[in-house]
C-alpha cells in the first residue's frame, strides 16, 4: 500500500489518506494503516475509487510543497496519474527558507506534509519532550515549537528522533543539508556500518553512514526491541570525536 504518514516506529496517525482501500459493507474508504483486519473482511486495495482518492490526496500535496527529496513521491504521483500543475501558475506554495537555527537539525516547512510524525516522536510515542506541535490552520499550519521561537529557545533535546521518522526530508541533520544544497551528497556512495553506543551502559546500537571518510548521520536499528531507532542527544550527534582526530 502507498503510505505517507504510516511509520514503522510509530502508532497510525491515520493523517495523511493515501493508504485508504475499499472495504465491502463500508459507505467510506477506510485507512489501510490504522484498521484492523477482520475475519472474512473483503478487502480492495487497487480500483476506480482509491486510485481517484489517492490522485486527489497527492494533487494538493505536490502542489504546495517541494517532494523532491521524499522516496517513491514521483513513483506515486505518476501510478495515480497526479496532475499538481492543473491548480495552475498561482496556486498557493509553502515558500519558505530553511530554518537552520541550531547545530544538529535543519527545518524545512517547504517540503512539510503535515503527517504528525515529528509530533508522535516528540511527544507522548518516543522522546516525552513534547516541542514541537502544530500551529495554525488551513494553509498556514506549520509543525513548530512553541511560540514559534528557534529551535535553541525550545523544549528540544536534539535526540534527533523527529528527523528519524520525517518521511519527506523537511526535517534533516546538518551535515546532510549542507552536502544536499551543495550537490555532493550521494547516497549510493555512502556506507553504513552499525556499532555499539559507547556513552552509557544502555548499549544502544548506532549505524553511522559515512561518505568520503565523513560522517553524514547517525541512525539506530529500527528493529531493534528496546530502542526502536530512536537515540539520545550523544549517540546522535556526539560524534566528533571519531570524525576531528587531529
Ligand atoms: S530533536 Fe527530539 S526533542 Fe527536539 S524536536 Fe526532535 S524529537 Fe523533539
Ligand atoms: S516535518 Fe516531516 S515528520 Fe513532521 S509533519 Fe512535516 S513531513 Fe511529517
Ligand atoms: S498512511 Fe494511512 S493515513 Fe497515512
Known amino acids: 500500500m502507498p503510505t505517507l504518514c504510516e511509520g514503522d516506529t510509530l502508532r497510525p496517525k491515520n493523517a495523511c489518506r493515501v493508504c485508504v482501500v475499499e472495504v465491502t459493507g463500508s459507505r467510506t474508504l477506510v485507512p489501510a494503516c490504522s484498521r484492523r483486519a477482520e475475519a472474512g473482511m473483503e478487502v480492495r486495495t487497487d480500483t476506480g475509487r482509491t486510485r481517484h482518492s489517492r490522485k486527489v490526496v497527492l494533487e494538493p500535496l505536490a502542489s504546495s510543497v517541494g517532494l523532491s527529496t521524499t522516496p517513491k513521491a514521483a513513483g506515486r504521483l505518476k501510478e495515480y496519474e497526479a496532475e499538481p500543475g492543473r491548480f495552475g501558475p498561482d496556486a498557493a506554495r509553502v515558500d519558505e527558507e530553511p530554518r537552520v537555527d541550531n547545530d544538529p537539525c535543519v527545518r524545512d516547512h517547504g517540503r512539510c506534509v503535515l503527517c504528525y510524525k515529528c509530533v508522535d516522536a516528540c511527544g507522548e510515542q518516543w522522546q516525552n519532550a513534547f516541542a514541537v506541535s ?26 534527533g528522533n523527529c528527523i528519524e521518522v520525517c518521511p ?14 551543495a550537490g555532493t551528497r550521494d547516497e549510493s556512495a555512502q556506507t553504513g556500518t552499525t556499532t555499539v553506543c559507547a556513552y552509557c551502559g544502555v548499549g544502544r546500537s548506532l549505524t553511522l553512514h559515512v561518505q568520503d571518510n565523513e560522517i553524514v548521520k547517525v541512525t539506530s536499528p529500527h528493529d531493534n526491541p528496546v530502542t526502536r531507532g530512536n537515540l539520545c542527544i550523544k549517540g546522535r550527534f556526539g560524534y566528533q570525536h571519531v570524525q576531528n582526530r587531529d
Open 134 to 159: 502544530v500551529a495554525g490552520r488551513g494553509f498556514g499550519a506549520r509543525i513548530a515549537v512553541e511560540h514559534d521561537a528557534p529551535l535553541t529557545d525550545s523544549a528540544c533535546v536534539y535526540c
Open 168 to 181: 519527506t526530508g523537511a526535517l534533516s541533520f546538518k551535515p546532510e543539508f549542507d552536502m544536499r544544497a
